[in-house]
């Protein structure tokens, strides 16, 4: 058995009311079904779902840094500097803050948190040839000027 590709992530967050926005709105995902008030599934576009949403209630304690589990979700927002500026600058008109930015070597990334405090990283990728004889390119971090 060989798992082919990752399908899908099933986020659990305290209010889909305050969550399907920040994906929707700000990030620009499709919602595209719920299940009752408890779910909300989004898709990027050429899968049925990407992402899910569970509601677990106000009462669900905010990710902690020292815990095992999900340290962040990423989502391609374009191929260029240009495109990923105009998400940073989108992300500011939305008023979201930026909590850091990267280069990677095999992409550039800035990274954000949700209302639930998850950390999204917003990246383009850099050209294949950068990294594609050298594996090794995907460990780099760097400092990104945008």
């Keep these: 058995m060989r798992a082919s590709k ?4 099933v986020l659990k967050v305290r209010s889909l009311e305050a969550s399907v926005p920040f994906y929707r709105d700000v990030l620009g995902l499709k919602e595209v079904a719920r299940y009752g008030s408890q779910m909300a599934f989004f ?4 899968n049925h779902h990407d992402l899910a949403l569970l509601e677990i209630g106000m009462q669900a304690v905010s990710p902690v840094s020292s815990q095992v589990g999900l340290y962040h979700l990423a989502f391609k927002v374009g191929d260029t500097l240009d495109e990923l500026r ?3 600058d989108h992300l500011a008109a939305h008023g979201v803050a930026i909590a850091g930015q990267a280069d990677h070597r095999v992409s550039q990334a800035l990274y954000c948190h949700d209302p639930d405090g998850i950390m999204i990283e ?7 040839a950068i990294w594609r004889d050298d594996p090794a390119a995907v ?3 760097g400092k990104l000027a945008l």
Excluded: E, K, T
């Design 139 to 141: 460990a780099h971090v």
């Design 6 to 9: 990752l399908g899908h992530a």
């Design 86 to 88: 105009a998400c940073r």
């Design 122 to 128: 917003l990246y383009v990728d850099a050209d294949p």
């Design 43 to 46: 898709s990027c576009g050429d």
